[in-house]
């Protein structure tokens, strides 16, 4: 089936432990299309996946695992004592990522989609992304929130959790680049199931 109308293109973020998979999940259950970019890049460095031959060519083949995918703790001590490296492992990775994100809206596109929904957790970071979406939806919730979910969910302590929430966006700086905000915080799924429903609403789903 054809559109007769392009999709929406949603940008979906929020930082880690704010619930943003799970909104991404609940809007897929009103109908929209699912572009995960995290999910991409995960496969384009496991076993087989499109990136192996590149990493191991620009790397060498002691930073693919034994069973054929990237060999992540490796390569991440690596990227630790190289800056360059991480710059040179995205452009690998970045346009595979870029060629399937575009294939998958183009698929969702043909499908008749209302709304395409792109998860996409360094959206703020990226700068990029942006100028590439009709609108941007932002899962909101406290510092505080963050670390006790994935503390609970890990088994991460508190700062641990804290090193990675430092590497990303800020939550002022998430906020200030959202047109929709849902405070995922001190609510019941049932709640938080509605409010995606009152979004999904103003999306055509």
């Given at each position: 089936?054809?559109?007769?109308?392009?999709?929406?293109?949603?940008?979906?973020?929020?930082?880690?432990?704010?619930g943003?998979?799970?909104?991404?999940?609940?809007?897929?259950?009103?109908?929209?299309?699912?572009?995960?970019?995290?999910?991409?890049?995960?496969?384009?460095?496991?076993?087989?996946g499109?990136?192996?031959?590149?990493?191991?060519?620009?790397?060498?083949?002691?930073?693919?695992?034994?069973?054929?995918?990237?060999?992540?703790?490796?390569?991440?001590?690596?990227?630790?004592?190289?800056?360059?490296?991480?710059?040179?492992?995205e452009?690998?990775?970045?346009?595979?990522?870029?060629?399937?994100?575009?294939?998958?809206?183009?698929a969702?596109a043909?499908?008749?989609?209302?709304?395409?929904?792109?998860?996409?957790?360094?959206?703020?970071?990226?700068?990029?992304?942006?100028?590439?979406?009709?609108?941007?939806l932002?899962?909101?919730?406290?510092?505080?929130?963050?670390?006790?979910?994935?503390?609970?969910?890990?088994?991460?302590?508190?700062?641990?959790?804290?090193?990675i929430?430092?590497?990303?966006?800020?939550r002022?700086?998430?906020?200030?680049?959202?047109?929709?905000?849902?405070?995922?915080?001190?609510?019941?799924?049932?709640?938080?199931?509605?409010?995606?429903?009152?979004?999904?609403?103003?999306?055509?789903?």
């Open positions: 089936m054809k559109p007769l109308h392009a999709p929406l293109r949603l940008g979906l973020t929020g930082g880690i432990g704010s943003k998979s799970t909104v991404a999940r609940l809007l897929c259950d009103l109908g929209a299309g699912l572009i995960d970019a995290d999910a991409i890049s995960r496969a384009s460095t496991s076993a087989h499109a990136a192996i031959p590149l990493i191991a060519a620009q790397f060498g083949a002691h930073y693919i695992g034994e069973d054929g995918a990237l060999h992540r703790e490796r390569m991440r001590q690596h990227v630790f004592a190289d800056p360059q490296a991480k710059a040179r492992l452009a690998i990775i970045h346009p595979l990522v870029g060629q399937q994100i575009a294939a998958q809206s183009g969702w043909e499908a008749g989609k209302a709304c395409i929904v792109f998860d996409i957790p360094l959206l703020v970071e990226s700068g990029h992304w942006r100028r590439r979406l009709d609108r941007v932002v899962v909101d919730c406290t510092a505080a929130t963050q670390i006790e979910r994935v503390s609970a969910r890990s088994g991460l302590t508190a700062a641990e959790v804290q090193k929430m430092a590497v990303q966006a800020s002022t700086q998430r906020l200030a680049g959202a047109d929709l905000v849902l405070f995922n915080d001190g609510i019941s799924m049932a709640e938080l199931a509605k409010q995606v429903r009152e979004v999904g609403l103003q999306f055509g789903l």
